[in-house]
């Protein structure tokens, strides 16, 4: 008797392990491993979803196992190596597998949607009893078994293939188009008895004549690309000259597709970045690589021509990049280069779009993978090669359950393909750094920049100053001078407004102060609902100051514009400038993002205001200046990394400048000049801020001398909350060894979300064996509460705590 083990669509920790089903015989040699599945679950008639994970010969159960009830796919959908994968994540981030499971397919698979088997050889008898003359066959859950035996042998044959289709959506996009039976003699005589004025007809039939190996092409294209007209198509059909025939069409994701490029000379420092990848990626060893090249110094090239030698390997290639890098301009850099074999995942596409790339990736059509963080999840094949651009980035941790990081994941990933790993940043994070330092990585320097450009010239503007406390508005008299000198010589400009940690914190415009925790070495943040300053970390709370506690001036308050108001303030000041604005307002559109890009980039604005989706991965040519208006908000952020943060932040932006021919400048306004975040960054000096950040990490305890989990607890009562934070606390506490730090209970920043109050535990440790088993454990006696709205998350190395 043949048994699957399945983990069920039931989340909960009880069931956070495979179940054991029998395959009944009429389902044998159908159900395999990845596969969904629908079986009985608990008493009564209940049908659930589940995920085989195993196929077995006998069971270890002693008991009568229940039937499966019918097969969901009639193909898997998961590969052996994500099944595996979800074992290991699941356990990893504490959550459920099938969460894992689900995270990993794409919307369209867990959303509504129908099946339909689809021909491939279309003239075999048993392909055309079973589609009865129409197009495709749909598979509902009436189905009997026979005939999914029936699919799934043809699928094995390859004369059938199985899609799925997002419900209230079209099967496959079908599309007119036009093909011919005429040669290219026949097609060139056909054209010269047309009448000289039949101009339309005379370029079908040129353009037939010169693409006869690309037939059929969609009406589509003729008439956008090549101007000719659905009238001039009909008349051909008339005379016999082309047939009209139906195609169905992969939506593609938007855009143009770019031009070729081809290899670039490498530079020396680039030449021995590619050298070292390749040798493993032919010796197919999981070595991850840390690139650390300042800006511009050409990370992507190396990237490019590395994909490369993965798959003249016969390999494939995955390369992630944060959301909002997933510009055209990246895009257009791989596609560019590698042209239709490349898939590109985005949060921008409908879910039919990303069905497609997904298909494309599993049909083993593309070799190559551009994407955000859960593309980190592709369906690749035999990969040779995994790249994640801007490592440092916050946004490669999900933020919702599963809590994953996608370098984690990568890592993995790379050890299962036996294939490196390169982690590419100006700004590596202070992980990644550490571990290159202790050898765990290889580490790559890229000192200089592409042409030997110079890195920008960095000026910091100390607001503090009584020449620019005086200004009314938000522009120092240096930042407005290097905005004229950049309008006069017909350059332009990137101004950054730094949003992130915005008006929850108090800073004294006259010296510069903030409000820090005497404990814990974070910024205090406002609770408004308390009329309290607070720590996030470890609960320390005091009155709002009126007075700087620092330099007793009564300017000390919150502080904030938005991009708005500095939009109008540089209308006040330049008139004549084109200033682009770029913020969550004005890119909520679909492709908003990637328009005003295109157009700074050909040149049709002078000035691009954003906040920090303006920051990094740009390159434009003509941006000689670069100004930053407040510098300060990501230091004054409560978290540890602030500094860091800060100093990412600057480094990247001021890469913005000076990239091509022309020298960069960079204008820094700040309240806090002296901060060895703003000076390292000013010199884009990485090496320099690195030591001097890990001192104060190891200072003070935080990663990466210390790990850090974080456990939240949310429930409707504030009380029941407190209680329940402390219990968890008193459970820790028993299971932690001395070393360990416990933080908290604290409320987060915002302590009251959708009528839930939230407080938070923060553990720091250096070697805890108990600990990962104890918090499963936790999990696990705290379920029962979960119905009464009581819940715990669990947070391994959050990126942010609030
Ligand atoms: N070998 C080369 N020869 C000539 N130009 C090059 C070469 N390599 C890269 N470039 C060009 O140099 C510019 C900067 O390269 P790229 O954008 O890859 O830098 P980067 O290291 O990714 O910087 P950032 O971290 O700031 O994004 C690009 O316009 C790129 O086309
Ligand atoms: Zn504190
Ligand atoms: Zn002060």
Redesign the pocket.
């Known amino acids: 008797m043949a048994v699957a083990e399945i983990i069920v669509d039931v989340p909960t920790m009880q069931t956070n392990r495979p179940f054991e089903y029998m395959i009944p015989d009429t389902l044998s040699d159908v159900v395999v491993p990845g596969m969904r599945v629908e079986v009985p679950f608990g008493r009564g008639k209940r049908k659930i979803q589940g995920f085989v994970m195993k196929v077995k010969d006998q069971s270890d159960f002693q008991g009568k196992l229940k039937p499966i009830s019918r097969v969901i796919d009639l193909k898997p959908v998961l590969s052996t190596e994500m099944l595996d994968l979800s074992s290991w994540l699941a356990d990893r981030t504490y959550s459920f597998q099938i969460s894992c499971l689900q995270t990993m397919l794409p919307s369209v698979m867990r959303a509504k949607y129908k099946q339909f088997v689809i021909p491939v050889v279309a003239d075999d008898p048993e392909v055309m009893n079973l589609l009865q003359g129409k197009p495709t066959f749909e598979i509902t859950n009436q189905i009997d078994d026979e005939t999914v035996k029936l699919i799934n042998r043809l699928r094995k044959d390859e004369k059938v293939d199985i899609q799925y289709v997002v419900e209230n959506q079209a099967v496959q996009v079908k599309r007119q188009a036009v093909t011919t039976d005429l040669n290219v003699i026949q097609l060139h005589e056909a054209k010269s008895q047309l009448r000289a004025n039949a101009k339309s007809q005379i370029k079908l039939l040129e353009f037939l004549a010169d693409n006869l190996n690309d037939l059929p092409v969609e009406f589509n294209v003729l008439e956008k690309d090549y101007g000719i007209s659905r009238a001039a198509i009909k008349t051909a059909e008339k005379n016999k000259l082309v047939k009209v025939v139906e195609v169905t069409k992969l939506r593609k994701p938007v855009g143009i597709t770019p031009e070729k490029t081809t290899k670039?000379?490498?530079?020396d420092e680039?030449q021995v970045a590619v050298d070292q990848i390749t040798e493993s990626i032919e010796n197919q060893t999981p070595q991850t690589f840390l690139i650390e090249?300042v800006?511009?110094?050409?990370?992507?090239?190396v990237y490019l021509q590395t994909i490369e030698k993965a798959l003249q390997q016969d390999k494939t290639a995955l390369m992630l990049v944060p959301e909002i890098s997933l510009t055209p301009q990246m895009v257009n850099r791989v596609v560019g280069r590698f042209g239709d074999q490349v898939a590109v995942l985005h949060s921008g596409l409908s879910n039919g779009e990303r069905y497609d790339e997904w298909t494309r990736i599993e049909n083993h059509d593309v070799k190559v993978v551009v994407g955000a963080r859960s593309a980190v999840f592709a369906p690749l094949n035999h990969i040779g090669l995994i790249i994640i651009d801007e490592e440092h980035e916050a946004s490669y941790k999900q933020d919702d359950n599963p809590r994953y990081h996608a370098r984690d994941v990568a890592l993995w990933r790379a050890q299962v393909n036996k294939c490196p790993v390169v982690l590419g940043s100006?700004t590596p994070s202070l992980e990644s750094r550490a571990r290159a330092e202790k050898g765990v990585y290889k580490l790559i320097r890229m000192k200089k920049r592409?042409n030997n450009q110079v890195l920008p010239h960095v000026h910091i503007v100390d607001m503090r100053d009584a020449e620019n406390s005086a200004v009314k508005g938000d522009f120092s008299p240096a930042l407005k001078a290097g905005l004229e000198k950049t309008l006069a010589d017909h350059n332009q400009a990137i101004v950054l407004l730094n949003r992130r940690g915005y008006s929850s914190f108090m800073m004294c415009r006259e010296c510069g102060f903030v409000l820090k925790c005497p404990n814990c070495d974070v910024s205090l943040t406002y609770h408004k609902d308390l009329g309290k300053m607070k720590c996030h970390y470890c609960g320390h709370e005091e009155p709002v100051p009126k007075i700087c506690p620092n330099c007793h001036s009564t300017k000390i308050g919150f502080y904030g514009t938005g991009t708005q108001n500095i939009e109008q303030q540089l209308n006040d000041l330049f008139p004549e400038a084109r200033v682009l604005r770029m913020d969550v307002d004005t890119t909520r559109r679909k492709g908003a993002h990637a328009k005003i890009l295109k157009q700074f980039g050909q040149h049709k604005a002078d000035i691009l205001l954003g906040t920090q989706m303006i920051a990094?991965?740009l390159?434009f040519p003509d941006v000689t200046l670069v100004g930053v208006i407040n510098a300060d908000t990501t230091l004054s952020l409560a978290d540890f990394r602030a500094s860091e943060r800060t100093f990412q932040l600057l480094t990247q932006v001021s890469?913005r400048a000076g990239?091509a021919e022309k020298t960069g400048h960079v204008i820094i306004q700040t309240f806090n000049p002296d901060h060895y975040a703003i000076k390292d960054a000013a010199k884009q000096d990485y090496e320099t801020f690195f030591k001097q950040e890990m001192y104060l990490r190891h200072q003070s305890n935080y990663t990466p001398y210390y790990f850090t989990t974080l456990i939240s607890v949310a429930n409707q009562d504030e009380g029941k909350t407190l209680k329940q934070s402390y219990w968890l606390k008193k459970q820790l506490q028993t299971a932690l060894s001395k070393d360990a730090i416990l933080l908290g209970p604290s409320p987060t920043m915002i302590s009251r979300k959708q009528n839930k109050y939230y407080y938070q535990i923060i553990v720091k440790y250096k070697h805890e064996p108990q600990l990962h088993q104890r918090l499963l454990e936790i999990l696990n006696e705290t379920q029962a509460d979960a119905k009464n709205g009581f819940t715990i998350a669990i947070d391994n190395e959050p990126q942010h705590i609030d």
């Open positions: 670039l000379a490498l530079t680039q090249g800006t511009g110094s050409g990370k992507t090239e100006a592409i990094k991965g390159d890469g990239r």
